[in-house]
């Protein structure tokens, strides 16, 4: 497996709207492999192809599985989501807000609202169909990576925006407004 880089908005691919995967090939295995790879290593909790400059359909999505998280994420906590052509089909009313950052745009955060469930179909990595319900801060990181799938990023749609002022561990929460 390899770890990809992680292209950034100065590379347009990130704006393009994806294209459908119509293959589950090798080369499309190897791809959810590295993609998967990517995720843990950077370390984020989603990944979508156009972030390693793939213009396609796919997003990984794994919320961590360390004692706080199993805590805080329960059954959710480490399991890994591939999703092919990903759907969103049905959203709670309720919108909830949280604070976002993105692996491609590194050292920011926004104040984003999403909708608080999400029913998200398509296909795993075989070509299956696949039909997940996901809530609370799974159901916004489904909503965040498939967003990239069309090329949005959180910036576009964040209440605010604001950078780490340092990008040292221990002032990390001290922040600074941009915007
Ligand atoms: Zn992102």
Redesign the pocket.
């Known amino acids: 497996m390899t770890i990809l880089d992680i292209i950034q908005p100065d590379n347009p691919i990130l704006r393009k709207k994806a294209v459908k995967v119509t293959s589950f090939d090798a080369r499309f295995q190897k791809l959810v492999d590295d993609m998967v790879e990517t995720m843990i290593a950077a370390p ?1 909790v ?3 192809a156009p ?1 390693v400059a793939v213009s396609q359909r796919l997003i990984v999505v794994r919320l961590p599985d360390d004692e706080e998280s199993k805590k805080e994420y329960g059954k959710e906590a480490g399991v890994l989501y591939v999703v092919a052509n990903p759907k969103i089909i049905k959203t709670s009313k309720e919108m909830v807000e949280g604070i ?6 590194p050292g920011f955060y926004g104040d984003v609202d999403r909708y608080q469930m999400v029913v998200v179909t398509g296909q795993d990595r075989t070509g299956k169909p696949i039909r997940i319900k996901a809530k609370g801060w799974l159901a916004r990181v489904f909503q ?2 498939i ?2 799938l069309d090329g949005r ?2 910036i576009d749609i964040a209440k605010n925006v604001w950078k780490a002022k340092d990008v040292d561990e221990e002032t990390a929460d001290e922040t600074i407004e941009i915007e």
């Open positions: 984020g989603g990944l979508a972030q976002e950052a993105c692996l491609s745009i965040h990576e967003d990239h990023l959180f």
